[in-house]
């Protein structure tokens, strides 16, 4: 094609924060389309955090940029040429790639948009991918109650906006955590949520016993470091924390000191507490499958009896100090 595509490739990894060097312009000509596939001019490139992971090669969930590659991104674009039936020139669509402002796509990878529905650049924001994924943290792990008190890290954002507004819907206190005066504004002004802290100018400790005087029911995690230690003594009985992302450690060349929660994230870990009292009414349930299992030798056991009331004291401290093999009893004479 007559076109001329600019792109951004990564010239070399960044070392902690990124700066421009790390990056490249380069023109190249727009390929005619194959058989199935889109000519693209973008008009929106998404820029998103987790773009900061894909520069790196440390192992993640998803290969890394190569050096000389194009930055990854979603777009949303303007069709220019189409040798797939669906698309004709003018289509808007969602699903172009990179940085750079032309793409050539398959069209079975692409969303046509209707601009008549909403801003065609909601697409990869409140309708989109962010979108996208504060409803699913919201529904299937923060999971709002009515009453309940939710902290939104990075609140003014295109995540924790969006999961914040959520939770409103539900009934909850929600409280925002934002970068200074006019992002709190923003979140209790215009989002409407019922406080906001601001992290450059607040304690959090403070300012968090002060917004959430009776704890914290769901924790948004979107940032780690201070904020996360400030919160997590504060969340009362059966919280939640939705761990979406820990922009605060993202351009760390090491793991932060103490636990490190950044592959919580990365490697959907689950990490839940529990009370065994709390489910005590499954004891039927237990036994009931490890009766069978201990009877014909599939469930091993190892008991460790120590005799009489008088032994009780030291066994006892010796189980703090791992003398105990295998579940240890006191037998008292019958
Ligand atoms: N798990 C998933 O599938 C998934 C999907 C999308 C996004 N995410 C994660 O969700 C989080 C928010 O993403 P987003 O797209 O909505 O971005 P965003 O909130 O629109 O923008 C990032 C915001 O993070 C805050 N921030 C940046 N650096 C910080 C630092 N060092 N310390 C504290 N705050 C910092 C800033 O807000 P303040 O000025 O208000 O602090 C900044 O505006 C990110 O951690 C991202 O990786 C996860």
């Not at 969006?162 to 409280?175: P, S, T």
Request: proline share 7%; net charge neutral; charged share 20%.
């Amino acid at each position: 094609m007559t076109e001329t595509n600019r792109r951004i490739v990564l010239k070399r990894r960044p070392v902690g924060m990124p700066t421009p060097d790390d990056f490249a312009f380069e023109d190249v000509p727009v390929p005619e389309p194959g058989e199935g596939e889109v000519v693209l001019k973008h008009l929106y490139l998404s820029l998103d955090p987790y773009q900061r992971g894909r520069l790196s090669d440390a192992k993640s969930y998803a290969a890394p940029v190569p050096i000389g590659g194009v930055v990854e991104c979603r777009t949303v674009g303007r069709v220019l040429a189409s040798r797939d039936a669906r698309f004709a020139p003018g289509d808007i669509v969602l699903g172009g790639f990179g940085w750079q402002t032309h793409s050539v796509m398959p069209g079975k990878q692409l969303l046509k948009l209707d601009p008549a529905e909403a801003p065609v650049s909601t697409a990869l924001g409140v309708l989109g991918m962010p979108g996208l994924t504060a409803h699913v943290g919201m529904s299937d792990i923060g999971q709002p109650k009515a009453g309940e008190t939710v902290v939104i890290s990075a609140a003014s954002g295109a995540v924790g906006a969006v999961a914040g507004q959520i939770a409103k819907l539900a009934g909850c206190r929600v409280v925002g955590v934002a970068g200074g005066a006019d992002k709190c504004r923003f979140v209790t002004g215009t989002l409407g949520f019922d406080a906001c802290i601001d992290h450059r100018a607040d304690h959090l400790g403070t300012a968090l016993d002060r917004a959430c005087p009776n704890g914290i029911d769901v924790y948004w995690e979107n940032v780690g470091g201070a904020l996360q230690a400030a919160v997590f003594p504060r969340l009362r009985d059966f919280g939640r924390m939705v761990m979406c992302g820990m922009i605060a450690q993202y351009n760390d060349a090491d793991p932060p000191a103490g636990p490190n929660l950044g592959p919580v994230v990365r490697k959907r870990l689950r990490i839940q507490g529990f009370i065994v009292s709390d489910q005590w009414q499954r004891l039927g349930e237990w036994r009931a499958l490890a009766v069978p299992m201990l009877r014909d030798g599939r469930l091993k056991y190892r008991e460790d009896v120590v005799e009489g009331l008088e032994a009780t004291p030291a066994a006892f401290i010796g189980l703090l100090q791992g003398k105990n093999f295998g579940k240890l009893l006191v037998r008292l004479p019958d």
